[in-house]
């Protein structure tokens, strides 16, 4: 089975900051790892993933998420926020190889980046 | 390249009318799904499809068919539409195993 968390239902941070948010995973093998943005009234949006190889993976709008498979974490980090980047974020994962087809998403992490 | 479009954007039904949310994909995609958007649960799977011809149910699909006759087409049907139906609906597609989904814009759905 798999599972994900993110414990925090909304993160705030001051414009300039450093910023992190949580996610935690659960599965039975090697898990793919997503995050997605969504914006007020938008679809989601994909940011980054992670599938194999180096641990640090970068995405898109200078975000970058740390796998860390002994903490069964995969947490997304951008060094200096913006408020543009106020947002509800979702992280996802599968199950592979051959797992689940279907990702499971976390509840989402509302970002809130004040001025 | 449109990605994945939802229609309509927006719409109003009576409790017992019946609808179709629309979604196209031009990307070629094998896999399509059908998610719904409510306060406080995230995104729930409704229905997924791994090709044409090829539906299975996600974790709540009651109340809602599909079908898939085609690789770009994955039409969400309400029969008999319900208040508990009130929510924000998102088609996503995803190519390959590996891949991450594209999402549509969203359909928010008000049953009255």
């Known amino acids: 089975a798999q599972s994900v968390a993110q414990p925090e239902d909304q993160v705030n941070v001051a414009e300039g900051n450093p910023l992190t948010v949580k996610c935690t995973y659960s599965?039975?093998?090697?898990?793919?790892l997503f995050w997605y943005v969504q914006y007020p009234n938008r679809g989601l949006q994909f940011l980054l993933k992670y599938i194999t190889g180096d641990n640090l993976v970068k995405g898109s709008y200078g975000f970058e998420a740390e796998f860390n498979k002994s903490q069964t974490s995969f947490h997304l980090k951008k060094p200096s926020a913006l408020v543009s980047d106020s947002a509800l974020y979702f992280c996802?994962?599968?199950?592979?190889?051959?797992?689940?087809?279907?990702?499971?998403f976390g509840r989402g992490t509302s970002l809130i980046v004040h001025p | 390249n449109a990605g994945v479009t939802q229609t309509p954007k927006f719409q109003v039904l009576k409790t017992g009318q019946s609808m179709t949310l629309q979604c196209a994909q031009d990307?070629?995609?094998?896999?399509m799904s059908w998610y719904r958007q409510d306060p406080g649960m995230g995104l729930r799977l409704i229905h997924y499809?791994?090709?044409?011809?090829?539906?299975d149910q996600g974790e709540v699909p009651n109340g809602y068919n599909v079908s898939r006759s085609t690789t770009e087409d994955f039409p969400l049907r309400l029969l008999s539409a319900a208040p508990s139906q009130t929510s924000v609906y998102f088609c996503?597609?995803?190519?390959?195993?590996?891949?991450?989904?594209?999402f549509g814009e969203g359909s928010r759905l008000t049953v009255l």
């Open positions: 599965v039975s093998g090697n898990p793919y």
């Open positions: 990307m070629n995609h094998e896999y």
């Open positions: 499809s791994v090709g044409a011809g090829i539906t």
């Open positions: 996503a597609s995803r190519q390959g195993s590996t891949g991450e989904l594209f």
């Open positions: 996802a994962v599968r199950d592979l190889p051959g797992g689940s087809y279907i990702p499971t």
